[in-house]
């Protein structure tokens, strides 16, 4: 993944270049936190797929490597974008026009995830929660 800060701009129009983006995939974590405006910038694109997503991506040819916890698939789409095989999520919801988790179902991912950076964006997410009187 690049080093490189990625901003809402970058997130919106990566996300709407991707083509399988839909009811089987749909936008988490950091990209998903700016589009949200929890966070500024992220440093990639994550998405989370369906196995019958995972499947077909697979088949048609798409690098990918297996967790080694769960033995889920996890894509290397391109320089920004990683697609991870059947996360939970609680929630999908539309925010620009584009699927993505909930803001409680990354929440609860991260917590489930527990490391460092996953409690600062915990955090964030508790914080922004709070301003906006949910």
């Not at 048609?60 to 080694?68: L, M, N, Q």
């Not at 995830?113 to 964030?124: F, P, Q, S, Y």
């Amino acid at each position: 993944m690049s080093e490189k800060l990625l901003y809402r701009e970058d997130v919106l129009s990566i996300a709407r270049g991707i083509k399988f983006i839909g009811s089987d995939c749909w936008l988490t974590s950091g990209a998903a936190l700016v589009l949200f405006g929890v966070r500024e910038s992220t440093h990639d694109v994550d998405l989370i797929c369906t196995k019958k997503l995972a499947d077909r991506l697979e088949a048609e040819g798409y690098p990918f490597h297996r967790d080694g916890l769960d033995n889920t698939r996890i894509f290397a789409v391109s320089e920004y974008v990683e697609v991870l095989e059947d996360w939970e999520t609680e929630e999908v919801v539309q925010v620009e026009g584009l699927p993505t988790a909930s803001l409680l179902s990354i929440r609860k991912q991260k917590a489930a995830l527990g490391r460092e950076k996953d409690l600062r964006d915990i955090a964030l997410i508790d914080s922004f929660l709070q301003k906006e009187g949910r």
